[in-house]
């Protein structure tokens, strides 16, 4: 089966997007999980990937969920943005961030992603820094 999520990753930045799979899905990419829940991606603070991003969605269907709109605005706040749509009979739901918790460099966040099976995926050590009880570097 293929996963909905990096699927749509790829979607994300063939349309223009620069993001990151983090969260469960950057767990299942490195082979540590088996499935998630949602897909969480860490967005660039840009109008580009913004627009990218809800481009695709809007062509699925999507409805935002409980959160803040998907703008530069309000990720530059620190708000997170929620969406949910089907993939067939798959309920696929999508969170955007841009400034994950407990990371303070986000051009290092960036700089370390990984490269796995053509999805670009937060590192892991700042996969582990975003659980709760870990410190921000």
């Not at 969605?57 to 605005?73: I, Q, S």
């Not at 620190?78 to 918790?101: A, K, N």
């Not at 290092?108 to 570097?137: E, F, H």
């Amino acid at each position: 089966m293929i996963n909905p999520y990096q699927k749509l990753h790829n979607e994300f930045v063939k349309a223009g997007a620069k993001v990151l799979l983090s969260s469960g899905q950057a767990c299942v990419a490195y082979g540590i999980a088996a499935f998630s829940k949602d897909g969480d991606w860490v967005i660039e603070e840009a109008d580009k990937s913004c627009k990218a991003v809800l481009s695709i969605l809007e062509r699925k269907g999507a409805d935002y969920r409980l959160g803040a709109p998907l703008d530069v605005r309000w990720l530059a706040k620190g708000w997170t943005s929620h969406f949910e749509h089907m993939d067939g009979d798959i309920r696929v739901r999508t969170d955007f961030c841009s400034r994950p918790p407990r990371i303070n460099d986000i051009n290092r966040l960036w700089k370390d992603a990984v490269q796995k099976s053509d999805i670009s995926i937060v590192d892991a050590q700042s996969l582990i820094q975003q659980l709760p009880g870990t410190r921000a570097r």
